[in-house]
């Protein structure tokens, strides 16, 4: 059974950083290219940043380029978004999925599938 499952969420303060982790069972992450999501309160899901299985490619929406860092390490079947400089309007839960087969690899959150749980994530003063 694939599950993947998001941690590192928290309140944090406009300025501040976290580091999310999405652990995976069930698959190995090497063969996957993997995406990170988000949805805030009333809006739709959407699309943060994708990283290839390889680690060569890597894209991220315009609103947290230079801000974020999506990784994987692919030994601890794990991947990660280093957040930076947050501000209030990243406040959203935040999900990691992989994408699915035969889809280009894109942040369109349609491409991917075996979504995890979501952490939470409240940037406030």
């Known amino acids: 059974q694939v599950q993947l499952v998001e941690s590192g969420g928290g309140l944090v303060q406009p300025g501040g950083s976290l580091r999310l982790s999405c652990a995976a069972s069930?698959?190995?992450?090497?063969?996957?290219?993997m995406g990170w999501f988000r949805q805030a309160p009333g809006k739709e899901r959407e699309g943060v940043s994708y990283?290839?299985?390889?680690?060569?490619?890597?894209h991220y929406m315009e609103s947290v380029k230079g801000r974020f860092t999506i990784s994987r390490d692919n030994a601890k079947n794990t991947i990660y978004l280093q957040m930076n400089s947050l501000k209030p309007e990243d406040t959203a839960i935040y999900f990691c999925?992989?994408?699915?087969?035969?889809?280009?690899?894109?942040?369109?959150?349609?491409?991917?599938?075996?979504w995890g749980q979501g952490t939470q994530v409240t940037v406030s003063s």
């Open positions: 999925a992989r994408r699915r087969a035969g889809y280009p690899l894109s942040l369109r959150p349609i491409s991917y599938e075996d």
């Open positions: 069930g698959l190995a992450l090497r063969y996957y290219d």
């Open positions: 990283i290839s299985n390889d680690n060569t490619t890597t």
